[in-house]
């Protein structure tokens, strides 16, 4: 089964900036749509981005416009670009895939953002 190693978290105040990858075993081709989620203390998953085969992106209201999702498929890895971070951002981000129909790649580590105000 694919595997999925995220990276780039870190801590950083109100207002930075940060940049995440993704970056999976095998072929993202074949998982097709692929997401970020995350998940704060306390707080179930929850998907804020999400990136199709073809490009077409989507995210949740409480990203929008901040957030920027993009993959790069001969590469096999999906980015999450952060801009005007607020401590509500803070929680471990995981990459996965987008699917009503198939169940999820086994899930990695995910990468912890802590955003100080």
């Known amino acids: 089964q694919v595997q999925l190693v995220e990276s780039g978290g870190g801590l950083v105040q109100a207002g930075g900036s940060l940049r995440l990858s993704c970056v999976a075993s095998?072929?993202?081709?074949?998982?097709?749509?692929m997401g970020w989620y995350r998940q704060a203390p306390g707080k179930q998953r929850e998907l804020v981005a999400s990136v199709t085969i073809g490009g077409s992106t989507n995210y949740a209201d409480s990203v929008k416009g901040r957030f920027t999702i993009s993959r790069d498929n001969a590469k096999n890895t999906v980015y999450l670009q952060m801009n005007s971070l607020k401590p509500e951002d803070t929680a471990v981000y995981y990459c996965?895939?987008?699917?009503?129909?198939?169940?999820?790649?086994?899930w990695g580590q995910g990468t912890q953002v802590t955003v100080s105000s």
């Open positions: 095998g072929s993202i081709v074949s998982i097709n749509d």
């Open positions: 996965n895939r987008v699917s009503i129909y198939k169940p999820y790649l086994r």
